[in-house]
T-cell receptor, first 114, second 115 residues
Framework: AQSVTQLGSHVSVSEGALVLLRCNYS??????LFWYVQYPNQGLQLLLK??????LVKGINGFEAEFKKSETSFHLTKPSAHMSDAAEYFC????????????FGKGTSLLVTP | KAGVTQTPRYLIKTRGQQVTLSCSPI?????VSWYQQTPGQGLQFLFE???????NKGNFPGRFSGRQFSNSRSEMNVSTLELGDSALYLC??????????????FGPGTRLTVL
């Protein structure tokens, strides 16, 4: 069965600092990987997705993630944090075995301090 | 283009009652998926509908059901509500059945509180 682990339920960074949110997955078949962001009282917004093309994926708002098969990781990064990046971030995996339903990690709450 | 809309946005029910939530997908999208979000269990997949047929189902009891209409709008129903059903219910739509690469676009959710 597939699974997603997000290391760190809370991450705090200073404005302008590097953002690194960690995601590890397990899947017995080639996975599709996603990062979503959720702002308070809102639904999920797609940041980026990996669909077996380029391993370095660029998304919206300056975020990017690198698919590393050998490490089964898909960490999310942003060079310089903005106050508006404060939100909940979810990593998700889907594959053929699950009928391509999204299987989400527990989420990481990002706090950006001035 | 309008996004995914869900109604109502907030709902309060009592134990034992039943509830119906509605989701209108993005125009042209034919696949609708439902997810439950709770603080304890996180985001969990409920089911997916495409062309009025349930295509995939998560691990939820039979009290949770859904349907899709010919215009792709979807409803989910929860019967005999329990306190643990209190959650944010999210609907997501995509152009075609989830095939991995297709992006699912989420609505704002319906916040259900069971008293």
């Amino acid at each position: 069965a597939q699974s997603v682990t997000q290391l760190g339920s809370h991450v705090s960074v200073s404005e302008g600092a590097l953002v690194l949110l960690r995601c590890n997955y397990s899947s017995s078949v080639p996975p599709y990987l996603f990062w979503y962001v959720q702002y308070p009282n809102q639904g999920l917004q797609l940041l980026l997705k990996y669909t077996s093309a380029a391993t370095l994926v660029k998304g919206i708002n300056g975020f990017e993630a690198e698919f590393k098969k050998s490490e089964t990781s898909f960490h999310l990064t942003k060079p310089s944090a903005h106050m508006s990046d404060a939100a909940e971030y979810f990593c998700a995996v889907s594959d053929a075995n699950s009928g391509y339903a999204l299987n989400f990690g527990k989420g990481t709450s990002l706090l950006v301090t001035p | 283009k309008a996004g995914v809309t869900q109604t109502p946005r907030y709902l309060i029910k009592t134990r034992g009652q039943q509830v119906t939530l509605s989701c209108s997908p993005i125009s042209g999208h034919r696949s609708v998926s439902w997810y439950q979000q709770t603080p304890g269990q996180g985001l969990q997949f409920l089911f997916e509908y495409f062309s009025e047929t349930q295509r995939n189902k998560g691990n939820f009891p039979g009290r949770f059901s859904g349907r899709q209409f010919s215009n792709s709008r979807s409803e989910m129903n929860v019967s005999t509500l329990e306190l643990g059903d209190s959650a944010l219910y999210l609907c997501a739509s995509s152009l075609a059945p989830s095939g991995g690469a297709d992006t699912q676009y989420f609505g704002p959710g319906t916040r259900l509180t069971v008293l």
